[in-house]
C-alpha cells in the first residue's frame, strides 16, 4: 500500500486503474476515502455512458475518479484521453474536502497515464462539454 499525504490507497485502487486504461475494462472508476484509506467507489461498464458516470458522483460527498473519454474531432477523427476528476462538492463537510485536497496529487501521481484533469465543485463543472473543451 502506497501512502497519499498519509492517507494509504489500497491496492485495488491502481489495479482497477490499469483495467480501465490498457483493457479497456471499465468507462469510469470512481475512489472515495474510507476507514482513512484510498479505495475503488464504483466502476462503470465499458458500455456506460457519460451521464451514468456523472450519476456516480455523490451530491455531497467528494471522490476522485478516472474516465475514458471518448470524441471526435471535427475532421471526424475518434480520439480518447484518460481524465482524472477531483469531485468536490461545495456541500460536502469542511473536514472532508481539506482531507481529499491534500491527498490528491500523491494519489494522482499512483495512476500512471493519466492525461488531463478536471477539478469539480459542482455539477455544472462535470458536463460533456467541459470534457470535451479539456480535452482538445
Known amino acids: 500500500m502506497a501512502s497519499a499525504a498519509g492517507t494509504p490507497v489500497d491496492d485495488a485502487c491502481v489495479l482497477k486503474f490499469k483495467e480501465l486504461k490498457s483493457k479497456r475494462k471499465f468507462k469510469y472508476v470512481t475512489y472515495k476515502i474510507e476507514d482513512s484509506t484510498i479505495v475503488v467507489g464504483n466502476e462503470g ?7 451514468d458516470f456523472v450519476e456516480a458522483l455523490p451530491e455531497n460527498d467528494p471522490r476522485y475518479a478516472v474516465y475514458d473519454f471518448e470524441w471526435e474531432t471535427k475532421d471526424g477523427c475518434k480520439k480518447s484521453k484518460i ?3 477531483t469531485w468536490v462538492p461545495d456541500t460536502a463537510k469542511i473536514r472532508q474536502k481539506m482531507l481529499y485536497a491534500s491527498s490528491k496529487d500523491k494519489f494522482k ?9 478536471i477539478q469539480a465543485t459542482d455539477f ?6 467541459v470534457f470535451r473543451d479539456k480535452c482538445n
Do not use: N, Y
Open 45 to 51: 461498464a465499458p458500455t456506460a455512458s457519460f451521464d
Open 83 to 85: 481524465v482524472f476528476v
Open 109 to 117: 501521481r499512483e495512476l500512471d497515464g493519466i492525461q488531463i484533469e
Open 124 to 129: 455544472s463543472e462535470v458536463e460533456e462539454q
